[in-house]
């Protein structure tokens, strides 16, 4: 395909991106996807800001002190690459959320990109065109791409990494090798995830019979170039393997989510997509004929559905929307099952492209009318009113609310000042102790007067309370106490609160103690 091709359908991509963000309500609300999304951006401010403050001292010591303001820097339990991304982005276009959803339409529009290309390798234009518009509109990728989340840019490396790893079963040669290793590399340390590359090479050699490559040095040249650039990050920075008791998440197996992960996937491309795929892998594993080699794209396809779902049934951490790095691949499936069932189906040309046009957007007009809104929390408007008081200019804040409610108001407390600025606690640290992946939970105070005298050690802080829809006991001891002492309390502030299910009267209220 030419350059300027490629142009078109980029700029194309972006533009249908922004439009599903903006249906989406991804330019609105704050970052709710997922209690990790706060997180991921407070991490890429921190990068941010080191750079442009010329690297002022060592990078642990200055994520400690900016933990110390904004505890939810994740930097080190997550690799490095994608808020790089993120650093260099906002240096150039700012820390605002509009900036920020524009980077992620970008990655996405790279993907679609991307998968348009591979399939006018097998596909019509028409129909490439299409299955484009259909990933564009899965609903996993319509709510990744409205959020700060790396599983977008790990989709689009992973998708680049199995390419070029074609590329090189098709043609080997050592440069090729070398760029599969820079990819697969740059993929592992955008997420962990990135390891469901790592068994390919050796499977797909094994199962395509190409069992000559393996007596090359250019084919181990990948898992040096991987070693090298991986290992130290994973071997030497401090949480880069999480707990050392959760190794990976915790290891172990998971059954369920075998039957988990199918309905995901149901769940995303409905029935009729899945018989789809299914027909897809069919056709293109179908015995081929003498003289003829199966494609190794699509060998290396089958072969990283089974590596992730496996991955996914053995490790812990391995959540449902990590399948996304499959969405492309699944996409290009169906396509081909499509493809198939019309040639079946129909003699004429016309008829043929208009029936898989017909099913295709049928597919995409129902995806958008399924995948909610991004949930909008009204907890901004109490972080820029906090940000901006004089009178709380010095004041430490504490934030008690639910998991993704607290990393909100820290990362629009961080979106709005001068960083460092405030001093911001978090109610699950402060008020409870938890372990890692939330488990061994334990309140830190057992009555209303033990909560009371912690919190006049500090009486000038701002304390943010927005109670949980769920039972959250330190949330639940924190109300007891100010109904226990409603004269030592002054209400600063009350805020609607909004969020996703029927409306209901709920406040965010500003509390400090009263002098």
Not at 96 to 123: E, F, G, Q
Not at 451 to 472: K, N, R, T
């Amino acid at each position: 395909m030419r350059l300027s091709q490629l142009a078109a359908v980029l700029c194309v991509a972006f533009g249908a991106t922004v439009a599903l963000q903006w249906l989406g309500n991804g330019y609105r609300a704050e970052w709710t996807s997922t209690a990790d999304e706060p997180a991921h951006y407070v991490t890429g401010l921190m990068v941010r800001d080191y750079l442009a403050q010329g690297l002022p001292g060592g990078p642990l010591a200055y994520a400690q002190r900016y933990y110390d303001h904004y505890p939810k820097v994740g930097f080190g339990h997550w690799p490095p690459v994608f808020y790089f991304v993120q650093a260099g982005w906002t240096l150039l276009f700012g820390v605002s959320r509009p900036s920020l959803i524009a980077l992620m339409a970008v990655i996405t529009a790279c993907l679609l990109t991307s998968c348009y290309a591979v399939a006018r390798r097998y596909l019509p234009v028409w129909m490439s065109w299409a299955l484009s518009t259909l990933l564009a509109t899965l609903p996993m990728v319509e709510v990744l791409s409205r959020a700060v989340m790396a599983e977008m840019l790990v989709a689009l490396l992973t998708f680049w990494s199995v390419v070029v790893l074609a590329w090189y079963l098709d043609a080997p040669r050592w440069q090729t090798a070398a760029w599969f290793g820079l990819v697969a590399s740059a993929t592992i340390l955008t997420k962990a995830t990135g390891f469901a590359l790592a068994p390919l090479p050796l499977l797909a050699v094994l199962v395509s019979g190409r069992h000559r490559l393996l007596l090359t040095k250019a084919f181990w040249l990948p898992a040096v170039i991987v070693v090298g650039i991986c290992g130290p990050w994973f071997a030497f920075v401090p949480y880069a393997l999480h707990d050392r008791v959760a190794r990976f998440g915790g290891p172990g197996f998971r059954g369920h989510r075998i039957q988990q992960s199918l309905r995901f996937l149901w769940d995303s491309f409905g029935w009729a997509g899945c018989v789809l795929i299914l027909l897809g892998l069919i056709v293109v594993f179908r015995n081929p004929r003498p003289g003829e080699k199966r494609d190794p794209l699509w060998v290396l396809a089958g072969l990283l559905i089974v590596s992730t779902l496996g991955m996914r049934v053995a490790i812990g951490a391995w959540e449902a929307r990590h399948l996304v790095n499959l969405a492309p691949l699944l996409v290009l499936l169906l396509g081909v099952g499509l493809g198939r069932v019309v040639e079946l189906a129909f003699r004429n040309q016309s008829a043929r492209i208009a029936m898989a046009l017909a099913v295709l957007a049928g597919m995409v007009a129902w995806n958008i009318w399924r995948t909610p809104e991004k949930p909008y929390l009204g907890l901004d408007a109490v972080a820029r009113d906090l940000a901006m008081a004089p009178q709380f200019a010095n004041s430490r804040l504490l934030i008690v609310s639910d998991a993704i409610g607290e990393g909100v108001f820290i990362s629009e407390i961080a979106a709005l000042e001068r960083r460092p600025g405030h001093v911001i606690k978090r109610g699950s640290q402060a008020l409870a102790s938890v372990g890692w992946m939330s488990g061994n939970y334990n309140l830190k105070f057992q009555s209303p007067a033990e909560l009371m005298a912690y919190l006049e050690q500090e009486p000038s802080q701002a304390i943010v309370l927005d109670m949980p829809d769920g039972p959250v006991a330190h949330a639940e001891l924190l109300r007891k106490t100010v109904d226990a002492y409603r004269d030592r309390w002054r209400l600063v502030g009350s805020y609607p609160r909004f969020g996703p299910g029927p409306p209901y009267d709920r406040k965010v209220q500003v509390l400090q103690l009263a002098y």
